[in-house]
Nanobody, 123 residues
């Protein structure tokens, strides 16, 4: 059973930065890690994903150029560096994992989820 634990959320002013971490209990070579976010009344939306084995990445258009997803194989940890934050980036951010190295934006493809961490960006 894979367990994902997010950390690093908080309150930040617009234009600021935060780094989220996702500690993975069991890393499967060839799996893909993703970050999603959700605000009340809206569906959970894709933010970014990375393939563990070769490090390929994809991003939502809304965060491209501002957010960077990365992984540390030795620590079994995935990061989301968020710069130039905007109020519309506010939400609960979830880490997710799926089997296979095909990068995917579809949340239905992800099998494992963390508990989420709150990010609030004030204007």
């Amino acid at each position: 059973q894979v367990q994902l634990v997010e950390s690093g959320g908080g309150l930040v002013q617009a234009g600021g930065s935060l780094r989220l971490s996702c500690a993975v209990s069991l890393r499967t070579f060839g799996s893909t890690m993703g970050w999603f976010r959700q605000t009340p009344g809206k569906e959970r939306e894709f933010v970014a994903a990375i393939a563990w084995n070769y490090g390929g990445t994809i991003y939502a258009d809304s965060v491209k150029g501002r957010f960077t997803i990365s992984r540390d194989n030795a620590k079994n940890t995935v990061y989301l560096q968020m710069n130039s934050l905007k109020p519309e980036d506010t939400g609960v951010y979830y880490c997710a994992a799926k089997v296979g190295s095909t990068l995917n934006r579809d949340r239905q493809s992800y099998n494992y989820w963390g508990q989420g961490t709150q990010v609030t960006v004030s204007s």
